[in-house]
């Protein structure tokens, strides 16, 4: 999740620098790396691209909650882990000595 935010940050910070500074315009025709269209063609591009910053931005947090909660949880379980393992070595040491 966290690299697929980082990927849609990218792309679109991408596209807005691009819009910035690739683009051409001369009277009313404007020109996107190459492309001739219109500028609400242009309007659309940066449209979609904020989105896909402010999405990419969800995604990541989400998926840094998401890793630190799995992170917590994976600890607990190891020294919970680690106790019953004691609690048990203890149990087989009194079972051999009763013996």
Wanted: hydrophobic share 50%; charged share 25%.
């Amino acid at each position: 999740m966290v690299i697929l935010g980082l990927l849609l940050i990218a792309l679109g910070a991408l596209a807005i620098a691009a819009g910035i500074f690739l683009t051409d315009v001369e009277g009313g025709h404007v020109e996107f790396l190459g492309i001739d269209m219109g500028a609400e063609a242009l309007f659309l591009i940066g449209v979609a691209a904020g989105l896909a910053v402010l999405w990419g931005f969800g995604i990541l947090k989400f998926g840094t909650k998401r890793e630190i909660k799995q992170r917590r949880e994976h600890k607990k379980l190891g020294e919970l882990s680690e106790k019953l393992d004691k609690v048990e070595a203890e149990r087989r040491a009194e079972d051999t000595t009763e013996n």
